[in-house]
């Protein structure tokens, strides 16, 4: 198979990935297809500029004189390389179940702050969501405890003392729990990494996303990923 062959290959299966995930009746262009999906598709989006690039390509190869039935335009085998690797992203995209599923260390509102703080210290955890009744409502961290036990030394808020302090005497004090998101296991890698992007620059940056079997927050949480450890893995996993 020759380079050109191996363009349209994988731009065909570009192409038919594209026309399932559409739910229309009437043909669309490919670069509608491209345009429309990169509105709600984090994968789509990541490649918009590209895939039009190969819309032009494939159009410039398809339309080209052709030698013993073969087209004479032939793509430079890096350009063949790159659609390539977008079609199996697209096609088969990393999932975070395949990598950041393990056992999560939840915390409850009643639990004791200092055994929460000595066990993330003894464990190397630097967040664990919070469940009330089998709901996830937060997410704690380091940061979290510091800004509380803050105000207990400015004395603006009247807490219980520190080793009878439970979690719930902390979360009403502080106000952002909306630090994390749930996603579900199949969740491939890049709506996992726009979770985070999407946040900075708000007043509730994602620090955590909660790993569930389908995304809600009545479930038991399966695995975390967390900013400031894990992103840079599936940023350098996108990249390949």
Same mark, same amino acid.
């Given at each position: 198979?020759?380079?050109?062959?191996?363009?349209?290959?994988?731009?065909?299966?570009?192409?038919?990935?594209?026309?399932?995930?559409?739910?229309?009746?009437?043909?669309?262009?490919?670069?509608?297809?491209?345009?429309?999906?990169?509105?709600?598709?984090?994968?789509?989006?990541?490649?918009?500029?590209?895939?039009?690039?190969?819309?032009? @390509?494939?159009?410039?190869?398809?339309? !080209? &004189?052709?030698?013993?039935?073969?087209?004479?335009?032939?793509?430079? #085998? +890096?350009? %063949?390389?790159?659609?390539?690797?977008?079609?199996?992203? @697209?096609?088969?995209?990393?999932?975070? !179940? &395949?990598?950041?599923?393990?056992?999560?260390?939840?915390?409850?509102? #009643? +639990?004791? %702050?200092?055994?929460?703080?000595?066990?993330?210290?003894?464990?190397?955890?630097?967040?664990?969501?919070?469940?009330?009744?089998?709901?996830?409502?937060?997410?704690?961290?380091? #940061?979290?405890?510091?800004?509380?036990?803050?105000?207990?030394?400015?004395?603006?808020?009247?807490?219980?003392?520190?080793?009878?302090?439970?979690?719930?005497?902390?979360?009403?004090?502080?106000?952002?729990?909306?630090?994390?998101?749930?996603?579900?296991?199949?969740?491939?890698?890049?709506?996992?990494?726009?979770?985070?992007?999407?946040?900075?620059?708000?007043?509730?940056?994602?620090?955590?996303?909660?790993?569930?079997?389908?995304?809600?927050?009545?479930?038991?949480?399966?695995?975390?990923?967390?900013?400031?450890?894990?992103?840079?893995?599936?940023?350098?996993?996108?990249?390949?």
């Amino acid at each position: 198979m020759n380079q050109a062959e191996r363009f349209i290959q994988a731009f065909n299966q570009i192409e038919n990935h594209l026309r399932r995930n559409k739910d229309s009746k009437t043909y669309l262009s490919f670069f509608t297809m491209v345009d429309d999906a990169s509105y709600q598709d984090p994968m789509i989006r990541q490649y918009r500029d590209e895939l039009r690039l190969f819309g032009n @390509l494939r159009n410039a190869i398809i339309h !080209s &004189e052709r030698k013993e039935g073969r087209p004479v335009a032939d793509p430079r #085998e +890096d350009v %063949v390389r790159e659609i390539e690797k977008i079609a199996k992203m @697209l096609l088969e995209p990393p999932l975070v !179940s &395949e990598y950041f599923l393990s056992p999560v260390f939840s915390i409850t509102p #009643e +639990d004791k %702050v200092l055994d929460v703080l000595q066990t993330m210290i003894e464990k190397d955890y630097s967040q664990a969501p919070i469940l009330k009744e089998d709901f996830i409502i937060g997410l704690m961290d380091f #940061e979290a405890i510091a800004r509380w036990v803050g105000a207990i030394h400015q004395e603006e808020i009247v807490t219980p003392d520190l080793e009878s302090s439970t979690i719930a005497n902390l979360l009403g004090s502080i106000s952002r729990l909306k630090n994390f998101r749930v996603i579900k296991k199949d969740t491939d890698f890049v709506t996992a990494r726009e979770c985070f992007v999407d946040s900075l620059g708000t007043p509730n940056i994602v620090i955590a996303l909660i790993i569930t079997e389908n995304g809600r927050r009545d479930e038991s949480p399966i695995g975390i990923i967390t900013l400031s450890e894990d992103l840079e893995k599936i940023i350098g996993e996108l990249r390949k």
